[in-house]
């Protein structure tokens, strides 16, 4: 310090130093072992008015990425330089304001990478119409992995069961043989199909809400036709005749076998009864009081019975997890688990296509292949498909960058996860303005 009390320049840079690779208090107090009367809120005033010089980039590139300051709450916008890979600036929000006025103040960048944000693609059109835009090509795979994880889950259950010994197919119910015999209107050949699918699924022991998922339908739905005969189920006309006591030997019959009420009601129903369900139920229990029937049925949770005389047939199963890794990182899964996967589920290989297609643009660096890319699966019948396809065509230029440039918004990407260790290391404390100084001046 001079004469007159105050700190010389040297010794404030000094003091500053001292602060960045400590902290504003750790400073103060080993200023106070060498004789220098300093505080720590002295020195926080100190790094503030460093936190005021802007600092220039070194080249004609820079790349742009955000990162959460208290996160859902408080964003920021950091700016390395292209050449040195070092952070420049870190701007308060990220919804392209001030990105715009940094870009108003630097007019000489040629070269922006970023992510795929709308509000960054903005401001750089408006600020800078004639610089070289570069979608992050990491970004755009993270993009593609949402769609295909999205896709995936309207096409595969959680839990893929696959038959150890795949000719063990149940037979086809006798409802087959009557829609053979007795045609039905097409509304009720619909409703046929839809009650088969609930019922086969549900033999192979998919859970309601994978079913509710896989076919769009509700769980009324499912509940309605888990049991019966589909060709029954399916009719919205036909007459029938009332009273139990006239089919008490089927009724009997099914009683024997444990067949669940609900599950011989619908049986009796196709030969012609019209009672109520309550009236039969109470003639049922007659009958196994009267006649001391042991009648235990057995049921599921949706009141599908499952026959103790037929043997499960043996399976596996495969996660849809698992198979989303054969697909993004080629995790090995055995080649017949893979065929029966394939089969059952013919999309599966559509979003399988999707993405050795967009990995062989990047392969090839070929704008073609992009363009080929996009217009293929606009049309996609898979809607998050679609979606990628489509934000890729609204972004065109950037993405077309993405496939000839070397450049990518990695550096970016790595000085992020340096800025939060050092968030983390102020314990939140801090402003903006001080996280700013700590992060581009200490080196």
């Known amino acids: 310090m001079g004469r007159s009390g105050r700190m010389t320049e040297r010794l404030e840079d000094f003091i500053r130093m001292?602060?960045?690779?400590?902290?504003?208090?750790?400073a103060a107090a080993i200023c106070k072992e060498m004789g220098i009367q300093v505080s720590g809120d002295t020195i926080i005033r100190m790094l503030r008015k460093l936190s005021q010089i802007p600092v220039l980039p070194s080249s004609d590139t820079v790349g742009v990425d955000d990162f959460a300051y208290r996160k859902g709450q408080t964003y920021c916008t950091v700016i390395c330089d292209g050449a040195t890979h070092e952070?420049?600036?870190?701007?308060?929000?990220?919804?392209?304001?001030?990105?715009?006025?940094?870009?108003?103040?630097?007019?000489?960048?040629?070269?922006?990478?970023?992510?795929?944000a709308g509000a960054y693609a903005k401001a750089i059109s408006d600020e800078l119409p004639e610089a070289m835009q570069i979608?992050?090509?990491?970004?755009?795979?993270q993009n593609l992995l949402k769609a295909v994880k999205e896709a995936l889950k309207h096409e595969l259950p959680n839990n893929i069961a696959i038959l150890d010994n795949p000719e063990t197919v149940l037979p086809e119910s006798d409802a087959g043989k009557k829609n053979e015999q007795s045609p039905l209107s097409e509304a009720e050949q619909r409703r046929y199909e839809d009650i088969v699918r609930i019922q086969t699924l549900l033999s192979e022991d998919y859970a309601p809400v994978q079913i509710k998922e896989m076919l769009h339908t509700t769980y009324f739905r499912i509940r309605r036709y888990a049991t019966g005969d589909p060709f029954n189920l399916c009719r919205f006309q036909g007459k029938r005749v009332s009273g139990a006591d006239q089919y008490r030997d089927d009724i009997v019959n099914l009683l024997t076998q444990n067949v669940s009420l609900k599950?011989?009601?619908?049986?009796?129903?196709?030969?012609?009864?019209?009672g109520k369900r309550r009236d039969f139920e109470d003639y049922c229990h007659k009958l196994v009081a009267e006649l001391g029937i042991p009648y235990m049925p057995k049921r599921n949770s949706m009141g599908a019975r499952v026959n103790p005389s037929l043997a499960k047939p043996a399976q596996h199963y495969v996660s849809k997890a698992d198979f989303m890794r054969y697909l993004w990182s080629g995790k090995e899964i055995a080649p017949s688990d893979l065929d029966f996967i394939f089969k059952k589920y013919p999309q599966v290989s559509v979003i399988q296509q999707c993405v050795l297609d967009f990995r062989r643009i990047y392969n090839e660096k070929s704008v073609a292949l992009l363009k080929q890319f996009i217009e293929q699966y606009s049309q996609s019948a898979s809607k998050p498909i679609r979606s990628f396809a489509s934000g890729l065509r609204g972004d065109l230029e950037a993405v077309k960058n993405s496939v000839i440039s070397e450049l990518s918004n990695g550096f970016v990407e790595g000085n992020n996860n340096k800025i939060k260790v050092i968030k983390r290391l102020m314990y939140g404390r801090a402003k903006i303005d001080l996280l700013r100084v700590k992060v581009l001046y200490a080196r």
Not at 263 to 274: F, K, M, N, V
């Open 135 to 141: 979608a992050d090509r990491f970004h755009l795979h």
């Open 18 to 26: 001292l602060a960045l690779e400590t902290n504003c208090e750790g």
């Open 263 to 274: 599950h011989a009601l619908e049986q009796i129903s196709t030969l012609g009864y019209q």
């Open 87 to 116: 952070p420049i600036e870190i701007l308060d929000g990220r919804d392209g304001d001030t990105l715009r006025e940094w870009f108003r103040k630097n007019k000489q960048i040629k070269k922006v990478t970023r992510d795929r």
